[in-house]
């Protein structure tokens, strides 16, 4: 390997939870592979990067105090935003061209160019991610991406873009708080943003972290005064995005993956096998009154409380609106307070000496 396969940007004194991402930050490929029998001027547009894209990650990760992770070579080698064993992974064609240096590409060279460029990318966004779980902090991913103002002969009316998949909660406010700015704004336009095992799918959706991607009009961000100007603009966007979305919490909208050898399954049969399993742990929870919640906490970081906090905010995402005691009776079995009346005993001072030292270190699930 000639070169990592991703800059890390990190900033000297973390002053933001948000991990900035940038796929298609780089026009560049390694020297063995010259051109990729492509011209040179080719990988001025938008078939090699997203023009502007990077300087507009640097410039907010800068802003914001917050670390990025950016590609260090084209989506010509590899595209980073595609699930390992997409076919477009590494293009053949693009824009209707052949790719010379991708034509012959077979699979040795393909799990090569994973090895070297994909898999590291990865990583290292993994690696960040739990650099910022370690210290407590629920992130927020935001990846940044940029479109061509023309395609085929259709012009683009959007300014920017939001993409998203089942997980709204920053992408609702981020496109509302764009189009109170002036913003003509794409939602999941140009692109569908429910592309399974893309970069957001994989480190947002699969880990339960609040994330969207934003693409923006290449002609606005066209030099990088332009980005890095258009990143000041949408700073205080994001700022208030962020602050209708309220505390970042991990929140899954998708099944977990099968395991494997288990047997295929649709949609619907795995999702009523994983509510079976939370009622059997609703009935479990109800049966063991002996159990406090405060050593749940103390153990497990979670309690009766947070798991009707879950079911308040997975209804919330489909819109039912449920109240914090509502969500809570559902798995107590009556109301919390009576619940509280019956069974809760006093704490001991040893109990709540350990729930200090636990809710100062561990964040997951909690408000
Ligand atoms: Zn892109």
């Not at 809760?344 to 729930?355: D, I, L, R, V």
Request: charged fraction near 25%; hydrophobic fraction near 40%.
């Amino acid at each position: 390997m000639d070169e990592a396969a991703y800059e890390l940007v990190s900033p000297p004194a973390r002053k933001a939870d948000i991990l900035f991402v940038c796929d298609h930050a780089s026009n560049r490929v390694p020297e063995a592979y010259g051109t990729l029998g492509l011209e040179e001027g080719q990988f001025a547009a938008h078939i090699a990067y997203d023009i502007g894209a990077a300087q507009v990650t640097r410039a907010l990760a800068a802003a914001y105090g917050a670390p990025a992770v950016l590609a260090k070579w084209s989506r010509l080698l590899i595209d980073l935003n595609r699930g390992a064993d997409d076919p477009t992974l590494v293009m053949k064609l693009s824009d209707g061209r052949i790719i010379p240096g991708n034509r012959d590409a077979d699979g040795a060279e393909v799990e090569k160019r994973l090895e070297l460029y994909y898999r590291p990318y990865h990583a290292a966004i993994a690696e960040e991610i739990s650099r910022l779980r370690e210290d407590g902090v629920v992130p927020t991913i935001i990846s940044m991406h940029s479109f061509t103002p023309v395609w085929k002969d259709f012009k683009r009316p959007w300014h920017v873009g939001v993409l998203w998949d089942k997980d709204g909660r920053l992408a609702r406010p981020l496109m509302a708080a764009l189009a109170r700015a002036g913003f003509t704004v794409g939602d999941n336009e140009p692109y569908k943003g429910e592309l399974e095992n893309d970069c957001m799918y994989v480190h947002g959706t699969g880990n339960g972290l609040p994330h969207v991607l934003i693409e923006i009009r290449q002609d606005l961000i066209a030099t990088p005064q332009a980005a890095t100007a258009f990143a000041r603009q949408l700073k205080p966007i994001i700022d208030e995005a962020l602050a209708q979305m309220g505390p970042p919490a991990i929140r899954y909208t998708r099944s977990l993956p099968a395991s494997e050898g288990a047997p295929p399954m649709d949609e619907k049969t795995r999702t009523e096998l994983e509510a079976a399993a939370f009622r059997r742990l609703v009935a479990h929870l109800r049966t063991r009154t002996d159990v406090q919640n405060i050593d749940l906490m103390n153990l497990a970081g979670f309690c009766r409380n947070c798991l009707g906090d879950w079911y308040r905010e997975a209804a919330a995402e489909k819109g039912i609106a449920l109240d914090k005691d509502q969500a809570r009776e559902i798995v107590y079995g009556m109301p919390p307070a009576e619940w509280k009346k019956r069974y809760q005993t006093e704490a001991s001072a040893e109990q709540k000496a350990a729930f200090e030292r636990a809710s100062s270190s561990e964040a997951v699930g909690k408000k």
